[in-house]
């Protein structure tokens, strides 16, 4: 038995009430079943309840509802020391002053129901708040907006009996979802993701009128934000969240915005420890976040910024997945619902406390009106002027008097008359009723039925009453909280592409072995710590392997069958899902067959297996072999071992005449004659024609899997167009590592220098009449932007197209409505000159809109004859894993068996 076992059950009392009638008996062993179920559970029970996970009521934790009642309490209008607030709420709070003040500054620091003064920290920085007696705060105008009422506030006395704390607060706006919230239970945990304000506004108005709505996380922090997978909020849920960052040069990259729940310290830290492990090159890192975050990363020399910005997101705390658990405590017990079903029951509360509030009110109305209406018939009949009423020999007999004279007025009043009222008659001062005007007083009574008639019309009208309570809330604070994270969908980056190669792959050849280690050996490439290495051998045999320090390559099964060494003809770093890079092959199929040419690809492949390029005869040999990184096919120059039957001992064989296939198949027959040497006679064009390339709207970036908009077939020396909706426009490359803008893409092309642009905008420097312009534009670097608008920012851009004919329809207003609209066929309107040209004015009349009307001429097509067509040899070029047997196109010598040559 332990120590522990044996303390508690020497003084159980410490404890619990429950004591075994043996508990002293120290001979008697006993469960701890029954503990548990009383210590432990209360335990479990109180931390959910009231400690870490938020009610669905108000959407606060217990904590948070103590410090906003105790800050309404000593609301004056003013600021007030935090260090008073923490005093006061451990009025109500049981667990002392840190934890208090704590929660204090998170609520602060949320910008939402507290209003701020002095130095409370940052969340962009992680700094934490000055002292609570040098920093200050008062309640916000939004939270005395929706927070507070104490008429419909359920009351519960605090933990010490002295006060009273409310059960919940009367939210009238769904405040968990705007604040979001996080805590840790026994067994439990609570991760609610802040929302858009304006958003919730509008989410709840469609709601009320039984309309479609969704809603997504929006942070302090801003970022970028994907979420695709957010499953409205539920656990099993993710979004991954991203920091913004922009290029300032092609050797320093600012990070502008920081993923949620990260700090700048947190991200520096990252990027650090991410650059001594080698996954990225950077000189180093400055810090000069103040109001903004601002984080200068300062690449080393011959860094790629696209490539160091992907790695920046794959393998530091630039990007960071987030996975929501939306549990709150409803009834006493806690719940997992959706954000969508807490909106709901939020706004479902909203109207509720909206219609008690107009209860609470029209019954205050009543009494006003029905003592409004005893009072008039009191002052007008003069009733104290009675002489019964002035000679009554005590007071229960002066009340008899007013009520016998009141009795004829009863169906006049909106309730009985009670004592009560009588005497509250005879508390009017002579004042008063010396004052009293009998139009003012049937002005205020008319006043109080026409308001109390529009209670009636609320309350018979809850939908819109909400509907409007929100749209009030919108309007007056929903322009001090816009969103500041940018929904978008977030492509998913590979990390063996954008990690640095900053290790060396080295060979031992004799030795038979590869590795990183291997210093003073042969160099084969640079590479990662996370890239795999592709290994072909002499017997046709290949696999894939990863990156070691030091691994023996230097056998294979055929080779340890033939109890042989095995020799490496080609290694290099491997690139999964590659279908450019094309392996050219001659291999003689076992020790006295034919040899055979191939073209095949390796795209996926298992790590450590075995396969085999040739038809697995025990024997087989490669005569000749290489990589082709675009798919060249080059010429070779086949030498036979001499023959006197033979006229020539050499032919030539071009590897554009052999398809790619799988890798499985056997391929050609090259010759069935014996072979000398194989060697290389010419180097060849790449015969997988240009890259077809797309741009991907959703994530601004190239691909070429067919996702997005289809830009063209590109070939070495084209490039891409980018047109952006201020003017600005410039040229990259099609590499699809190439970032972009993520807001503000106009046009996206393949660049054509003879394409002529046609432009229509309102120009700030010719008194803003509206110009067109047609020219073409330049080649020019990404960091190096041109403006086709001029240096003006204050001209407005209207149209932009490529059409060859272009016309414009100009539709006249404002005093010149009355013209007839006016069309411009703009090819002979004006002539094509530098994009740095004014262009042609349109008119001097005001406009009211200016749109492109279809063409009523197009260009005479081009004979392109074959140009563009998919033959179906092309196409066959880039075939699959099909096996198959000699090509028949093949002709063979029937006398000498060589392939005829032509």
Known sequence: MSDETKEIQEEPEAHSSYQPADARNEDVKHQLTGMYQRWFLDYASYVILERAVPHLGDGLKPVQRRILHTMKRLDDGRYSKVANIVGQAMQFHPHGDASIGDALVQLGQKDLLIDCQGNWGNILTGDGAAAPRYIEARLSKFALDVLFNPKTTEWKLSYDGRNKEPVSLPVKFPLLLAQGAEGIAVGLSAKILPHNFGELCDAAISYLHGEEFHLYPDFLTGGSIDVSRYNNGLRGGAVKV??????????????????????????????????????????????????????????????????????????????????????????????????????????????????????????????????????????????????????????????????????????????????????????????????????????????????????????????????????????????????????????????????????????????????????????????????????????????????????????????RAEKRKAEVIHIAVFKKNDKRTIYNVVYRDGKNGPHYIKRFNVTAITHDREYDLTTGTPGSRVTYFTPNPNGEAEVIKVTLKPNPKLRRIFFDKDFGE??????????????????????????????????????????????????????????????????????????????????????????????????????VLFDADQQGFPYVKRFTFERTAQTRHLNFMGENNASRFVLLTDTPYPRLLVTYGGADAFREPLEVDAETFIGAKSFKAKGKRLTTCAIEKIEELEPLRKPEPEDSGNDGEDSEEDEETTGGDNVTEDNPNDIIDEITGQMRLF
């Open 658 to 759: 052999i398809l790619v296939k799988g890798r499985q198949s056997r391929g050609n027959l090259l010759t069935k004659l014996d072979v000398h040497r194989v060697t290389l006679k010419a180097h060849g064009a790449s015969t997988l024609g240009g890259r077809k390339v797309w741009f991907d709207h959703d994530v601004q970036r190239l691909n070429y899997d067919e996702r997005g908009q289809y830009l063209g077939e590109f070939h070495t020396g084209d490039a891409v167009l980018i047109v952006l909706d201020n003017g600005d426009f410039y040229t990259t490359n099609f590499d699809p590592a190439n970032h972009y803008e993520a807001t503000g893409i106009l046009r996206v092309e393949k660049f054509d220098e003879n394409t002529v642009w046609t432009a």
């Open 242 to 559: 991203r920091a913004t960052i922009e290029k300032l040069d092609s050797k320093t990259l600012a990070i502008r915005e920081i993923p949620y729940g990260k700090t700048t310290s947190s991200v520096i830290d990252s990027i650090l420890k991410a650059n001594e492990k080698g996954k990225i090159k950077i000189r180093k890192v400055d810090d000069n976040t103040a109001a903004e975050v601002e984080i200068l990363v300062h690449l080393t020399p011959g860094t790629s910024s696209d490539k160091a910005i992907d790695a920046l997101y794959a393998f530091t705390d630039c990007e960071v997945s987030i996975s929501p658990n939306c549990c709150v405590i409803d009834e006493k017990r806690p719940k997992f619902l959706t954000v969508s079903d807490v909106l709901r029951r939020s706004v479902d509360n909203t109207q509720e406390l909206l219609r008690r509030e107009l209860l609470i009110r029209r019954g205050e109305l009543m009494e006003s009106l029905h003592f409004a209406s005893l009072e008039r018939i009191f002052i007008e009949e003069r009733i104290y002027k009675d002489r019964p009423f002035e000679q009554a020999k005590d007071m229960d007999a002066a009340c008899a008097h007013i009520d016998e004279r009141l009795t004829p007025y009863y169906p006049q009043f909106v309730r009985e008359v009670t004592k009560e009222d009588i005497l509250r008659l005879m508390e009017i001062r002579m004042a008063r009723i010396l004052k009293f005007n009998k139009d003012k007083a049937e002005e205020l009574i008319a006043r109080m039925k026409d308001e109390v008639a529009r209670i009636d019309r609320d309350l018979g009208n809850m939908v819109e009453v909400t509907a409007n309570w929100f749209r009030l809330i919108r309007e007056k604070y929903a322009h001090e909280h816009p969103r500041r994270t940018v929904i978008r969908a977030l492509d998913a980056i590979e990390a063996t592409k954008v990690i640095e190669a900053n290790e060396k792959l080295y060979i031992n050849r004799a030795d038979g072995f590869m590795g990183t280690g291997l210093k003073k050996d042969e160099f084969v490439e640079n590479c990662s710590p996370i890239d795999d290495v592709i290994i072909f051998y002499r017997d046709g045999t290949y696999k894939v392997t990863r990156v070691q320090d030091k691994v023996f390559i230097g056998e294979t099964e055929r080779s």
